[in-house]
């Protein structure tokens, strides 16, 4: 994927990373700015028979795709505990669908219906307050007056997240809307939800306190070398008057949901680490048939994943 020449973007996209950067007390090098601890998995996309009808998409017309899946948790802190209640949640699901050579196509999501800030630059200034947050300062304190004036944010903040007993058993959201057109040119706008086959399962509190920090890592190797690890990919479908440019502004449940098709995972990735430190998701599907709509995170976060991959490429053996 290309970086962009646009000055303005660029800017935004370096204070960005330099925003998460201070967040998580730091650079560590090597590792993302967010989701920095994760696990690449290896199996293969099956579409639904009726996904054709929405996209002409090339993985669609296909029998199967190979595709490469990392599963991470919140933050750019490679070693926060997976049971942390406070920062490792929202976790991630970062799906690649290997096209050709060199040509594939990627889904981003993480595991809450929600995001915090309509904009690349409105999610800025929610981390700046983080940043400037004393908690033992007085009331009402940064944050607390950030939230209190955006709406959307605290209600990213106060919907629950609660810890799932494996990653195969948890939900993941690509919150921003795309662009579907099918082979007769018909278009419709849609969000990705990816769904566990065997259902959604969490922990107590109690119970998730009691697990090691590396738990959701180790549970994920172990499970997948005994059985695949799979998951239902659908579209939730827009309705004419549904917002398709507002990764904040969610559709009604009953909106219709869109078979897209299942993902069977079945071995870890070799040379993970190594891989990890390589790989550049793109939220922008650059492929015939799916498009990114006009929500306004698009260009600013496919730049920051760029620009924050080739800074994690410098980086030797981590």
């Known amino acids: 994927m ?52 929405l996209t002409r998409a090339p993985h669609l017309q296909r029998n199967s795709t190979p595709v490469t899946v990392r599963f991470s948790d919140a933050t750019g802190i490679p070693t926060i505990a997976d ?36 904009t690349a630059e409105g999610l800025i200034e929610f981390l700046n307050a983080v940043i400037a947050t004393d908690p033992a300062g007085r009331h009402p304190n940064a944050i607390e007056q950030f939230l209190a004036a955006h709406p959307a944010a605290l209600k990213f903040v106060q919907v629950p997240k609660p810890i799932p007993t494996t990653f195969a058993k948890e939900s993941f959201f690509a919150v921003s809307a795309f662009k579907f057109t099918n082979a007769e040119g018909v278009s419709r706008y849609g969000r990705y939800r990816v769904q566990p086959v065997g259902g959604n399962e969490y922990l107590s509190d109690a119970k998730a306190a009691a697990r090691g920090p590396n738990f959701l890592f180790d549970e994920i190797k172990e499970r997948v070398a005994k059985e695949p690890v799979r998951f239902r990919v659908a579209v939730q479908l827009a309705k004419d008057g549904d917002m398709v440019n507002d990764a904040t502004i969610g559709w009604p449940e009953e909106r219709p949901q869109q078979a897209f098709g299942e993902i069977s995972l079945r071995e870890i990735a070799a040379d993970n680490a190594s891989e990890q430190q390589q790989i550049i998701f793109d939220p922008i599907p650059r492929v015939d048939g799916i498009e990114a709509s006009a929500d306004p995170l698009f260009e600013p976060r496919a730049n920051i994943y760029l620009m924050s991959g080739r800074r994690r490429r410098t980086v030797g053996n981590r």
């Open 83 to 118: 049971n942390d209640p406070q920062h490792a949640a929202p976790r991630g699901f970062a799906v690649r669908f290997h096209l050709g050579t060199h040509i594939h196509t990627d889904i981003i999501s993480h595991s809450v219906n929600a995001f915090p800030a309509r």
């Open 2 to 53: 290309p970086l962009t020449t646009d000055e303005k973007l660029l800017a935004l996209s370096r204070e960005a990373i330099e925003v998460f950067d201070k967040v998580n007390g730091g650079v560590h090098p090597g590792f993302r700015p967010a989701h920095a601890k994760g696990i690449l998995l290896t199996g293969t996309f099956t579409p639904s028979p009726e996904a054709a009808s």
